[in-house]
């Protein structure tokens, strides 16, 4: 019951770590190498989700979409860890609870 429960408050965390993997792959390449910043916005984001959750990830990227703009000096901009991580990323970039022994 409690796998359920960690599977179902990561499901919109997980949601747009879909989305932005998709979008990473059929409309990001359309633009080209126009982020000031690095990792490229669409990467941030993924990380922002990633490790800072869905609320959070939100809007770490966007204000991090609002920085990005043509007067911005831009740099290296990396996503901040949070303080207690009770999961794991998979091999596909998807967030996943850690197995607890009882």
């Not at 409309?27 to 989700?49: D, H, K, M, N, T």
């Not at 966007?62 to 901009?77: E, H, I, Y």
């Not at 207690?84 to 607890?100: A, H, K, L, T, W």
Request: charge should be positive; charged fraction near 20%; glycine fraction near 8%.
């Amino acid at each position: 019951m409690r796998r359920a429960a960690y599977e179902l408050w990561f499901l919109p965390r997980n949601l747009m770590i879909g989305f932005m993997h998709l979008y990473r792959r059929f409309i990001s390449p359309l633009y080209g190498q126009v982020c000031r910043y690095y990792p490229s916005c669409s990467r941030y984001a993924v990380e922002a989700y990633q490790l800072r959750g869905f609320l959070v990830g939100s809007l770490m990227t966007t204000w991090r979409l609002l920085r990005c703009n043509p007067f911005s000096p831009g740099g290296v901009d990396d996503v901040s860890p949070g303080r207690r991580q009770n999961f794991f990323i998979n091999q596909r970039g998807f967030v996943r609870p850690i197995e607890r022994k009882a």
